[in-house]
T-cell receptor, first 116, second 113 residues
Framework: GAVVSQHPSRVICKSGTSVKIECRSL??????MFWYRQFPKQSLMLMAT?????????EQGVEKDKFLINHASLTLSTLTVTSAHPEDSSFYIC????????????FGPGTRLTVL | AQSVSQHNHHVILSEAASLELGCNYS??????LFWYVQYPGQHLQLLLK??????LVKGIKGFEAEFIKSKFSFNLRKPSVQWSDTAEYFC???????????FGKGTMLLVSP
């Protein structure tokens, strides 16, 4: 199957700082990537759809100025949590659909963000 | 809009017991259906999927699921669970041609040895 990586896997930061999370499709190109947020013992909530070459599409209730998404290339999307606060602490997961696989999504391993 | 309902938030079983996790979806058109598993500390992995054809789908690790269109259901089953099946299980749907997945809230399965 296809491989999606995320970096870093874990990050701890002080309140007010910004954190960048990378999502890479390692063996396929992805014009679209998805960013999810998973709270403890809850489901994955779609935050936004990252589109290569155009602006990201955000789900209702997600602040686009706080969660900046840049789809820099066909294999890389980044999520920047700006001015992070403790309530932003969560597990962030990206996924990418692979063309020719009925758009099956392949998930990254996730990034655990802890804001102190 | 699509929605997915998983009936059980937590399930506790002994090894060798049979498993059935419920999943119902709400959507008026054709859907693709998925079950994902998330082992402790690991990322989501695809267990099985249904796009079309035989409504009984077999996945990895002895899991299977049956799509019952009239009931809008896609229940996950395994005849005999193992301790290593302890994980969280998510049902998800999307519309054919669209990548966006809608997830259920997940079911945490704990298998005691």
């Amino acid at each position: 199957g296809a491989v999606v990586s995320q970096h870093p896997s874990r990050v701890i930061c002080k309140s007010g700082t910004s954190v960048k999370i990378e999502c890479r499709s390692l063996d396929f190109q992805a014009t679209t990537m998805f960013w999810y947020r998973q709270f403890p013992k809850q489901s994955l909530m779609l935050m936004a759809t990252s589109n290569e070459g155009s602006k990201a599409t955000y789900e209702q209730g997600v602040e686009k100025d706080k969660f900046l998404i840049n789809h820099a290339s066909l294999t890389l999307s980044t999520l920047t949590v700006t001015s992070a606060h403790p309530e932003d602490s969560s597990f962030y997961i990206c996924s990418a659909p692979k063309a020719g696989s009925n758009n099956e999504q392949f998930f990254g391993p996730g990034t655990r963000l802890t804001v102190l | 809009a699509q929605s997915v309902s998983q009936h059980n938030h937590h399930v506790i079983l002994s090894e060798a017991a049979s498993l059935e996790l419920g999943c119902n979806y709400s959507y008026g058109g054709t859907v693709n259906l998925f079950w994902y598993v998330q082992y402790p500390g690991q990322h989501l992995q695809l267990l099985l999927k249904y796009f079309s054809g035989d409504p009984l789908v077999k996945g990895i690790k002895g899991f299977e699921a049956e799509f019952i269109k009239s009931k809008f259901s896609f229940n996950l089953r395994k005849p005999s669970v193992q301790w290593s099946d302890t994980a969280e299980y998510f049902c998800a749907v999307n519309a054919p041609g669209y990548s966006t997945l809608t997830f259920g809230k997940g079911t945490m399965l704990l298998v005691s040895p």
